[in-house]
């Protein structure tokens, strides 16, 4: 869109949630408006407030903004990361796109792999911010701005906004049941922004508490009759559809299941066409085909997204409060420890007794980032150091935990700094790439009402035993929604949206996983030792190590290396039909 005879143009993608509040605030100043656009409004809102105009908007977007007569070109990124925006100059022009696949048409950038991101997708399952596997592109950080202009030469991305910081929070004001009624109150709020919309829509419900809560909170505004999409596995122990039934049924849905199979494989070409780089997250699977589901019958899907992170709902954080023992220890036993653990060679750390031992005596004298790790990382850098080949062993010295520690040192605790990581890194880099991916590849639009800037910035004040209510994960949003949803939802123990890929890597998987880790492209890059994925094969087939995470990341590198690394031209893309 252009204004202005062609001085301001803007392309953007995304949506401004309260782009009509903003449109009023516009309006009263003198502006004059076209159409019923937010692209209008965003573009008139930058023109009148500059970069200060970010601050008004709520919404998910990436977008880039021209002053033809200043020369001056803005890209920014909406305050948590919904929307993409990819970089690189090549020569001295700056490139960019919402895709890393656009860019390359401009000739001047190479299709090159960059091994330090391999080495972090590797232990995250993820590629994190800035970096890309990519050598020479980044990623713009969520809630950052990149400015170009004459004269310049610092330009660097800055953020705009930022959350409180987990030591800046606040006890709220009002009884407990007053909290419960005003977190209520606001997911509500979240919700209904969201369902603004001249195309049909509905959500995912998976059946726990966040997509639930989403569900309820629909149906409560618009009536019966909201159309919801499930995804199952014939394997139980990753199968939520039962649950997700019986909300659909309190609220009269109209609902669409499907159940996923070992077939799934035949997708893995499009999903490495789709991300466009190495992307390990097993649920990029089921997400893919619950947009396929959905895209059949609506164009815009609500999801839970945001919910664990900004109100403590993963298992691992009641890890994190178990381990406040270690805190209390004497600084000299945990040095000594972690001595007694560096005597311990990697070559005797093939044995489930000896590896849990030494990770024991290192988690006693770590960092609380280091703590982390088994929690949330996949290939440990004790993995690292027993299969990494000739490519990779550079970057050996640099452990990925380096990218949390920041996080953790704003926390007052281990809890508080795991969550305040994982709202940094796992939430933008992994599970909201996985959404938008898998659901813009189908044309389906995704919005996340937990990802509202007024919830995130209260549910972000609040305490941490506030929002972990009697010690419960999660307690403060399941007291909240209690009365909107059956028993067993508030009650029930998380499951998680994944995928049966540990079972697959025994079976039906197996052979696939072979021919691509042994294949001999992948034995001449140089990434792994010889005979190191045979290894993790074997052990995970006999049962005798779960190496499900490591073996897809590997995997999904590989395929990734043979579609983009390896072709002299451009791949096409997959042909296909929603």
Known sequence: MQRGGGRWSISFNGEIYNYREVRADLEAIGEVFATQTDTEVLMAALIRWGEDALLRLNGMFAFAFWDGHSRTLMLARDRIGEKPLYYAFAGQD????????????WRALKRRPDYQAIHHYLALQYVPTPLTAFEGIRKLPPGSVLTLSPGRSDVQPRRYWSLPEPTQTHAPVGTTEDVRAEARERLALAVRRRMVSDVPIGAFLSGGVDSSSVTALMALEAGAGIKTFSIGFAEDGYDERRFARQVSQRYETDHYEEVVSPDAAAILPELVWHYGEPFADPSAIPTYYVSRLARRHITVALTGDGGDEFFIG?????????????????????????????????????????RGGKRLLQYASSTKSRRYEPMMMYFHDSDKEAGYGEMLRPWLGESSTGLLEPYFKQAHSMTAGAAWADIHTYLPDDLLVKVDVASMALGLECRAPFLDVELMEWASGLPLEVRLSEGELKGLLKEAVAPLLPDIIISRPKMGFGAPIDFWLRAEFFDMAGEILTGRPAADRGLFKP??????????????????????????????FQMWIDPLEFPAGPQREV
């Not at 700056?94 to 048409?105: D, M, N, R, T």
């Not at 993963?314 to 036993?333: I, M, S």
């Not at 094969?537 to 049962?543: A, D, F, I, Q, V």
């Open 531 to 560: 005979g190191y994925a045979e290894q993790l094969l074997r052990e995970h087939r006999l049962g005798h190590r779960q190496n499900h995470t490591r073996l897809w990341a590997m995997i999904m590198l590989e395929l990734w």
């Open 314 to 354: 993963y298992g691992r954080y009641r890890d994190c409060q178990n381990t406040k023992w270690v805190d209390a220890l004497p600084g000299f036993v945990r040095s000594s420890a972690g001595a007694v653990a560096s005597f311990i060679p990697a070559s005797m750390a093939g044995t489930r007794f000896v």
């Open 94 to 105: 700056l490139v960019f796109a919402s895709e890393i696949k656009a860019l390359f048409p």
